[in-house]
């Protein structure tokens, strides 16, 4: 009964910021490892984003210095603050747990850069 919900997503101009939520429920949220996860048009769906359960994070080279994932654990909720944005970040984002048994993914939420 794992239940992943993003939001957060919209259209917003290069160079500008977007903060992603992700709601999870049906899991011990605090002790699981997290991710941000993107998918393009055409491409695979690609890790942008880790944390762990103590707040250890890390990026891929394409986002490093411009996202920043972070976890409120009293509230469930996995984030990703996203600045100076490119058109090459245009995707659907999804979160994840990464180390839970099964594979859940949510619905997802559209980011579209562009001016």
């Known amino acids: 009964q794992v239940q992943l919900v993003e939001s957060g997503g919209g259209l917003v101009q290069p160079g500008g910021s977007l903060r992603l939520s992700c709601t999870v429920s049906?899991?011990?949220?605090?002790?699981?490892?997290m991710g941000w996860y993107r998918q393009a048009p055409g491409k695979q769906r690609d890790l942008v984003a880790f944390i762990n359960s103590a707040g250890v994070t890390n990026y891929p080279d394409s986002v490093k210095g411009r996202f920043t994932i972070s976890r409120d654990n009293a509230k469930n909720t996995l984030y990703l603050q996203m600045s100076s944005l490119k058109p090459e970040d245009t995707a659907v984002y999804y979160c994840?747990?990464?180390?839970?048994?099964?594979?859940?993914w949510g619905q997802g939420t559209q980011v579209t850069v562009s001016s």
């Open positions: 049906g899991i011990m949220f605090s002790v699981y490892r």
């Open positions: 994840r747990c990464v180390d839970c048994p099964g594979n859940y």
